[in-house]
């Protein structure tokens, strides 16, 4: 049986773009930086890795990494803040959470969200 899922590891061709990414949207390092060729953030109790890949590998759409966080629009702000670019501003979705959208240096779909407070989820 599956009890938990403890890390997402993404490919990227350039460290130093995707770290200050991610650090930009507020994940914090536990090992790796931006001249490493592996580097993890922590990711509530879990991480999300990157890993450096050679620049001739094709790199594709894979999916989409979700990620919920205490304040959907707070994190949508600091994004714009940190000059990021968003997909879409946050909304509500019919299946229960609050979300937006933004891609990674590399492509890949990060979603950031939270479950809406109701009494049907």
Not at 49 to 73: C, H, Q
Not at 87 to 95: G, H, K, L, Q, T
């Amino acid at each position: 049986m599956i009890e938990s899922l403890s890390a997402v590891t993404l490919f990227t061709r350039d460290m130093t773009a995707a770290v200050r990414f991610y650090r930009k949207l507020g994940f914090e390092i536990k090992y790796g930086g931006e001249e490493a060729e592996f580097t993890s953030f922590f990711a509530g109790p879990g991480f999300l890795n990157l890993m450096l890949t050679p620049a001739d590998k094709e790199l594709s759409f894979w999916g989409r990494a979700i990620f919920y966080v205490r304040d959907v629009d707070a994190c949508h702000e600091r994004a714009l803040a940190e000059g990021l670019e968003p997909e879409f501003p946050p909304r509500d979705a019919a299946w229960g959470e609050r979300y937006f959208h933004i891609r990674d240096p590399d492509g890949h779909e990060i979603s950031l969200a939270r479950p809406l407070e109701t009494d049907q989820v």
